[in-house]
């Protein structure tokens, strides 16, 4: 959790651009993550939900 919080702490301090990618609702990442990194994440980022598709299913195009 510590080496986490200060890799997302410092790009944070250094208003370094960062893409996550998870999963995992937020409830989830703050129990994998710890409450510090989670918050920090909450306040650094803007979540964006994708609808899940199932491309397995689409028509293929021929």
């Given at each position: 959790?510590?080496?986490?919080?200060?890799?997302?702490?410092?790009?944070?301090?250094?208003?370094?651009p960062t893409?996550?990618?998870?999963?995992?609702?937020?409830?989830?990442?703050?129990?994998?993550?710890?409450?510090?990194?989670?918050?920090?994440?909450?306040?650094?980022?803007?979540?964006?939900?994708?609808?899940?598709?199932?491309?397995?299913?689409?028509?293929?195009?021929?």
């Open positions: 959790e510590e080496i986490t919080y200060r890799l997302i702490n410092r790009r944070y301090n250094l208003m370094l893409l996550i990618t998870s999963n995992l609702a937020m409830r989830d990442l703050r129990g994998h993550l710890g409450d510090r990194v989670a918050s920090r994440l909450a306040e650094m980022t803007t979540r964006v939900t994708f609808e899940p598709v199932d491309h397995r299913r689409q028509p293929h195009a021929a």
